[in-house]
C-alpha cells in the first residue's frame, strides 16, 4: 500500500507566495509521473503540473508563476507557488503513478491541501 501525504497549504494574500509538498511511502519500486491537481470550490480537478523524469508541464494559468520539482531520494514533489491570485484558491491535490509490491503502475491520490488566497 502507498500513501501520498500532503502539507504546505494555507492562507495567503495575492500576491504572495505558498509551496506544498508531497510525500509518498510504503511499497514503492519506482515512481513516474507526479502531478499536483487543483479543485476550485463547485468545479472539477483539473491538472496544474506534472513533472516525469526531467520533464515539466504546467497547465496555462500557472506558467511562470508554479514551478513544480521533485527530490527522488525522498519520494517528494513540491509546488512552488508564486504570484498567487484569488482564482488559485482551492484543494490542490498530489497525484503519483507507483509501481509498488503489485510490480504495475498504479495511480494514487493524497486527501489534499486547501490553498485559500485572498484579493
Known amino acids: 500500500q502507498v500513501q501520498l501525504v500532503e502539507s504546505g497549504g494555507g492562507w495567503v494574500q495575492a500576491g504572495g507566495s505558498l509551496r506544498l509538498s508531497c510525500a509518498a511511502s510504503?511499497?514503492?519500486?519506482?515512481?513516474?509521473?507526479m502531478g499536483w491537481y487543483h479543485q476550485a470550490p463547485g468545479k472539477q480537478r483539473d491538472l496544474v503540473a506534472v513533472?516525469?523524469?526531467?520533464?515539466?508541464n504546467y497547465a496555462d494559468s500557472v506558467k511562470g508563476r508554479f514551478t513544480i520539482s521533485r527530490d527522488n531520494a525522498k519520494n517528494t514533489v513540491y509546488l512552488q507557488m508564486n504570484s498567487l491570485k484569488p482564482e488559485d484558491t482551492g484543494v490542490y491535490y498530489c497525484?503519483?503513478?507507483?509501481?509498488?509490491?503489485?510490480?504495475?503502475?498504479?495511480?494514487?491520490w493524497g486527501q489534499g491541501t486547501q490553498v485559500t488566497v485572498s484579493s
Open positions: 497525484n503519483a503513478e507507483v509501481i509498488g509490491s503489485g510490480y504495475r503502475p498504479r495511480n494514487y
Open positions: 513533472i516525469n523524469g526531467d520533464s515539466t
Open positions: 510504503g511499497t514503492i519500486f519506482h515512481i513516474n509521473a
